[in-house]
T-cell receptor, first 113, second 112 residues
């Protein structure tokens, strides 16, 4: 079993739809929970991060963490074609002072105009 | 990309040849990482460094070595390239536990 499982998609929705992306994890030592967005042939870029259970909003994006269920989600409201990308969940813990990041497989999202 | 560059951007090499990928940062960060990205596997950690000459293995380190002789440079070497090492390689830096990673633009390596 992988430490982080992510729905692989691909996911295709019409413009303006609400998008829900999800990951589950098995390691209770994870401390921070992040979402990265990756455009084609680019490196991942940090979209949101949180360290506690609950919701965190940033514009059209909401990150949700449920530590009791080991489940995280990313919601995108009023989705735009520019949101079309691969979204990767990631979780971290610390070893020898270094942050170790474990990624989900990524969900490829397409927003259709 | 926030002061992190990878070279080369693309490379095609033959099986059995050594290959070195370079990651260069201009922000004096202590921690640097090498990941590979493959379909169905996401991003997997190869090696990381927590200071000059201080490195450690990640989950997929077999067939790879790294060196860090200067803070700004982290080199990834494939001692004898194999077709299974065809991948996109990303370097990353981090400013701290709660700041996430900043990734380079990647190196697309093809081993034929």
């Amino acid at each position: 079993q992988k430490e982080v499982e992510q729905d692989p998609g691909p996911l295709s929705v019409p413009e303006g739809a609400i998008v829900s992306l999800n990951c589950t994890y098995s390691n209770s030592a994870f401390q921070y929970f992040m979402w990265y967005r990756q455009y084609s042939r680019k490196g991942p870029e940090l979209l949101m991060y949180t360290y506690s259970s609950g919701n965190k909003e940033d514009g059209r994006f909401t990150a949700q963490v449920d530590k009791s269920s080991k489940y995280i989600s990313l919601f995108i409201r009023d989705s735009q074609p520019s949101d079309s990308a691969t979204y990767l969940c990631a979780m971290t813990w610390e070893i020898q002072g270094a942050q170790k990041l474990v990624f989900g497989q990524g969900t490829r999202l397409t927003i259709n105009p | 990309d926030a002061g992190i560059t990878q070279s080369p951007r693309h490379k095609v090499t033959e099986t059995g040849t050594p290959v070195t990928l370079r990651c260069h940062q201009t922000e004096n960060h202590r921690y640097m990482y090498w990941y590979r990205q493959d379909p169905g596997h996401g991003l997997r950690l190869i090696h990381y460094s927590y200071g000059v000459k201080d490195t450690d293995k990640g989950e997929v380190s077999d067939g790879y070595s790294v060196s860090r002789s200067k803070t700004e440079d982290f080199l990834l070497t494939l001692e004898s390239a194999t077709s299974s090492q065809t991948s996109v390689y990303f370097c990353a830096i981090t400013t701290g536990l709660n700041y996430g990673y900043t990734f380079g633009s990647g190196t697309r390596l093809t081993v034929v």
